[in-house]
């Protein structure tokens, strides 16, 4: 999977089999998933073909699933639990008719589900959403065009159920519990933004969220060299499975997971720009450019 902002579109690319309450919605097979702000005062007659314009802008074909919100892009927060990564954008005052609202919710994981977990997924994100605004003094469960969609890769079925006490639904849960809260702080203004924000459930020693940036990151440089680009800290070809650049080793839960610690190629300068340039592009076309630098 890999995710990306054009103007105040995120887009994620891949090979998916997602469910969407969204325009369009429904459950197939989509290469593009996006989160779209639109004004206000947006009054499309025909939402469906406004996504499609806006996959066409990309170059993409109609195989998207798309959402629409007036809150802005720059709120967006993005949250990795292992395998999971929940992308929200947040907004309630639409509940008043005067204002922009809707709360967007996009799940990933690269593990692959059955349909009913698909589904299931939804449910338990709603639920986390519901749970999250109690948390914090609304008397109301959502929006009036609050929206999930929920997708994965991956061949052989690993998750049968994504309820709350499953390690799939529990991990959105949590992802949701943090996440929503930091987005919707950054919609009211409580909490000052620049930009998208990322966020990361570490395990080692106390586990906690995160919040990454580049500047002062504790871990730098992570892959021994001053002066790497950090713009694909986590990697979006995690995991490529290619021995080439990684490799299988024993995890702290004693399953085997992917190690790419001796790994630099999505820090390097030229590598970096390539990937910023054209999303899309695979990870043989980066090792080939790798090999001819100078083209």
């Excluded at 902002?5 to 290469?31: K, M, P, Q, W, Y």
């Excluded at 998933?33 to 996959?55: M, Q, R, W």
């Excluded at 790497?228 to 650049?245: A, H, I, S």
């Amino acid at each position: 999977m890999r995710y990306f902002l054009r103007g105040e579109t995120l887009f994620l690319r891949g090979t998916f089999h997602a469910a969407s309450t969204g325009i369009g919605g429904g459950i197939r097979d989509v290469s593009t998933i996006c989160n779209s702000t639109v004004n206000k005062d947006f009054n499309d007659e025909d939402p469906l073909a406004y996504i499609h314009g806006i996959a066409r802008s990309q170059g993409y074909g109609e195989d998207i699933f798309g959402l629409l919100t007036a809150v802005g892009m720059r709120t967006l927060c993005a949250l990795t639990y292992d395998y999971v990564t929940v992308f929200i954008t947040a907004g309630v005052t639409n509940r008043n008719p005067q204002g922009p609202g809707t709360i967007n919710i996009i799940v990933y994981t690269r593990e692959a589900c059955t349909e009913g977990a698909l589904l299931e997924l939804i449910i338990t994100a709603t639920e986390a959403k519901a749970d999250a605004l109690r948390r914090m003094g609304y008397d109301f469960t959502g929006t009036t065009t609050d929206a999930v969609i929920a997708c994965h890769e991956g061949g052989e079925v690993l998750h049968q159920y994504a309820g709350t006490l499953t390690d799939l639904g529990a991990k959105v849960y949590e992802s949701i519990l943090h996440g929503l809260p930091e987005a919707l702080g950054r919609f009211e203004g409580e909490i000052p933004c620049r930009g998208p924000a990322f966020f990361i459930l570490s395990t080692i020693g106390t586990k906690r969220w995160f919040e990454w940036e580049p500047e002062g990151c504790p871990y730098y440089p992570c892959h021994g060299y001053p002066g790497q680009r950090c713009d694909f800290c986590y990697c979006p070809f995690y995991p490529c499975k290619d021995e080439t650049l990684g490799k299988w080793t024993q995890g702290s839960s004693g399953k085997k997971v992917w190690s790419c610690e001796d790994c630099t190629l999505p820090h390097e300068e030229a590598i970096v720009e390539k990937m910023l340039d054209n999303p899309d592009i695979t990870l043989d076309e980066l090792k080939e450019l790798r090999r001819k630098p100078s083209e």
